[in-house]
């Protein structure tokens, strides 16, 4: 199993609330519409809380501010991830996709990377 992890920053024209709501109801249904040309296999994501605790856990280990929310985006294998990134229906999908992620993340400001996770718990 492949995995992107993507750690998005709203723009900073969006509220929290906003950001939130464009993600779920507007840019995941297209996701989720476009997944099978993309051979994307599961796709979740994790809305940023607003709690005090962020403030005590970034100050513990004197981290960046916190992301406003995670994706994450599974492919089988890296066929299918390859085939994501080279079939023309594929690199279409993606495209559109990116045109609707320009209207609530801040790209410069967000961060991406693919994985392979190595479980240690559960």
Not at 2 to 17: E, G, V, W
Not at 46 to 70: I, N, T, W
Request: proline share 6%; glycine share 4%.
């Amino acid at each position: 199993m492949i995995k992107l992890i993507f750690c998005l920053h709203r723009l900073p024209s969006l509220t929290p609330d906003a950001f939130r709501s464009y993600w779920w109801d507007t840019h995941a249904p297209l996701v989720k519409a476009r997944a099978p040309a993309l051979r994307i296999a599961r796709y979740v994501q994790s809305h940023g809380l607003d709690s005090p605790l962020d403030d005590a856990m970034q100050a513990s280990r004197e981290a960046q501010p916190k992301y406003d929310g995670v994706a994450e985006l599974y492919w089988a294998s890296e066929d299918d991830l390859n085939f994501a990134m080279t079939d023309d229906a594929a690199l279409k999908a993606g495209a559109e996709l990116l045109e609707d992620e320009r209207k609530f993340i801040d790209l410069k400001r967000s961060s991406l990377t693919f994985v392979r996770e190595r479980p240690v718990v559960g």
